[in-house]
Each structure stands twice: as C-alpha cells, then as structure tokens.
C-alpha cells in the first residue's frame, strides 16, 4: 500500500484545544480503521523546541480517500485544531523502520 504524510498546522492560541484533545487523538489514531493505518506521527515544535504547533502523521493506506475518511473522524480535526491541513503521497526513503522476518 502507498504512503501519506499529513502536516496540520494548529490555529493560533489553540494549545488548550491540543491538550484537551490529545489523548482521544492518540487513541484515534492506533484504532483500525478500513484501508488506512497510522505508522509514526508526532507534535511539530515552535523554533525553541518548546511548544506544540501542529502535527505530522504518516499513513499506510489503499488510497488518498482513505486518509481523507480517517482525517475526517481525527478528533483534532473534529475539534477545529487546525488552520491548514495539507496532505501528500510519500515515498518512505531513508530510515524506514526493520520488517519483522516472517522465517524467524
């Protein structure tokens, strides 16, 4: 199946939104969901590593559909979160995590 990367950039003044929703979205995103399944993500930082500003996600999905219904339920989508969303095809390049060998 391809890749996506997601990239949300939070709304201003939205840090409260974060915290309140951050277990639910972290929950959210580990749930199966049909042809879709979240692989590595995390909080984008402001420049002094500090504070959370957005958040990006990388998917393993059947299509870019598929993101777009999982991103739809995403509870920082939900909780108006975010003030851009932008969402790519990604081809995973360099530091791809180990396949687990099926003959061991």
């Known amino acids: 199946m391809p890749y996506f990367v997601?990239?949300?950039r939070d709304r201003p003044g939205?840090?409260?939104v974060r915290q309140r929703l951050r277990p639910e979205h972290q929950a959210y995103f580990y749930a199966p969901q049909p042809g879709c399944r979240g692989v590595a993500g995390?909080?984008?930082l402001d420049d002094?590593?500090?504070a959370m500003t957005g958040t990006l996600l990388v998917f393993e999905a059947t299509d870019r559909a598929a993101v777009d219904r999982f991103f739809?339920?995403?509870p920082y989508n939900r909780g108006g979160?975010?003030?851009q969303v932008d969402i790519w095809p990604w081809r995973w390049g360099l530091g791809r995590p180990q396949q687990p060998?099926?003959?061991a």
């Open 48 to 50: 002094a590593g500090e």
């Open 81 to 83: 979160l975010f003030e």
């Open 42 to 44: 995390g909080p984008l």
């Open 14 to 16: 939205a840090a409260e």
């Open 6 to 8: 997601l990239i949300g």
């Open 101 to 103: 060998d099926p003959d």
């Open 72 to 74: 739809e339920k995403d």
